[in-house]
């Protein structure tokens, strides 16, 4: 497909079709064809059914569970693409996988975040589209272009739709989210509190002491990941025994390792506000879960990249999308 007189083509792996069925729609640009194959010992194989050579090259992959198999799809994908002669090869990745080990915080630690970043470049990335990464400084672990995008207006977007009568009270769920939380409050124009907590072990938390007023007031918290949802379980039953009228969470990245989607349901919960960067399976689907779609907004990205026009406009903006 030519735009703007660019030779450009889309294509899914097998992490979220249903979000790259989104963006084709959105950008208007057709699914190109490839098949993800696995050999009886496991290992990937990738057939790309069309020519790229050329062209500016768009691929769609979330990093999440099964994260080492769905990282090498995407390494592969993008090896095949570059000894195809494709002229641009760019990686969109809502979820970028190993986020989370960002910095050696022990001894002999690594920092696998970059270690994801040095594959992606030397398999022959020339660009990364991700959200909401877990620590923006992720950004520094690469020497190629990488855009991250935002999904707060879309969250913000969705709760001044809800029109609440009674006062609202953004809640971090941790010291480290305030800067997340205080964004959120600033579009909703409601004041923050904080969970002081501390983590014994990974996925395992405890609330200490909620910093600030939650009293006779619905809250909202927020974060850029729920996996296990213990820790967004925790904070949410404290907020409500602190007297809070309602209680709703919100992330980006909607993980949902077992047994995340029993706790919410048996929390105290109202809703729990995601996006689409993660393929939810129907059985993750709950009554409380609330599903919201980042489709368009990378498919405008992905038009300002081929028109050559600004993509940070679309950070912190929804622009009616």
């Known amino acids: 497909m030519y735009i703007d007189q660019k030779k450009v083509k889309?294509?899914?792996?097998s992490s979220n079709i249903q979000l790259a069925k989104e963006i084709s729609s959105y950008t208007g640009i057709p699914l190109s064809q490839c098949e993800v194959k696995r050999f009886a010992d496991g290992e990937v194989s990738i057939d790309i059914f069309e020519t790229v050579r050329?062209?500016?090259?768009?691929?769609?992959?979330?990093?999440?569970?099964?994260?080492?198999?769905?990282?090498?799809?995407?390494?592969?994908?993008?090896?095949?693409?570059?000894?195809?002669?494709?002229?641009?090869?760019?990686v969109i990745m809502p979820y970028y996988g190993y986020s989370r080990q960002d910095r050696k915080a022990k001894a002999r630690q690594p920092i696998?975040?970059?270690?994801?970043?040095?594959?992606?470049?030397?398999?022959?990335?020339?660009r990364v589209l991700t959200m909401d990464l877990h620590a923006v400084q992720i950004q520094g672990f690469f020497n190629i272009p990488i855009d991250n995008f935002l999904a707060m207006p879309i969250i913000a977007q969705y709760f001044k739709n809800k029109?609440?009568?009674?006062?609202?009270?953004?809640?971090?769920?941790?010291?480290?989210?305030?800067?997340r939380a205080r964004k959120l409050a600033e579009y909703l124009n409601a004041p923050i509190a904080i969970i002081d907590k501390r983590r014994p072990r990974p996925n395992i938390s405890e609330v200490m002491n909620i910093i600030g007023e939650v009293d006779n007031k619905i809250a909202i918290i927020i974060d850029d990941m729920i996996d296990t949802a213990g820790s967004i379980v925790n904070a949410a039953n404290a907020i409500k025994e602190r007297g809070?009228?309602?209680?709703?969470?919100?992330?980006?990245?909607?993980?949902?390792?077992?047994?995340?989607?029993?706790?919410?349901?048996e929390s105290s919960i109202k809703e729990c506000v995601v996006t689409n960067t993660i393929h939810l399976s129907?059985?993750?689907l709950t009554p409380k879960i609330v599903q919201l779609s980042v489709g368009n907004l990378f498919g405008q990205g992905i038009m300002n990249i081929i028109h050559d026009e600004s993509v940070s406009e679309l950070f912190n903006?929804?622009?009616n999308l």
């Open 10 to 13: 889309l294509f899914s792996l």
């Open 163 to 179: 029109n609440f009568q009674q006062e609202i009270v953004v809640v971090s769920p941790d010291h480290g989210g305030t800067t």
């Open 244 to 265: 809070a009228l309602e209680v709703y969470s919100a992330c980006t990245h909607a993980i949902f390792s077992y047994p995340a989607n029993e706790r919410i349901e």
């Open 282 to 284: 129907e059985d993750k």
């Open 54 to 90: 050329g062209h500016d090259v768009f691929v769609v992959q979330s990093t999440n569970s099964p994260v080492n198999e769905n990282l090498m799809e995407v390494l592969i994908m993008i090896d095949a693409l570059k000894r195809a002669s494709a002229k641009t090869i760019n």
């Open 317 to 319: 903006t929804i622009n």
């Open 112 to 126: 696998s975040a970059k270690l994801v970043a040095d594959l992606l470049q030397a398999a022959g990335a020339s």
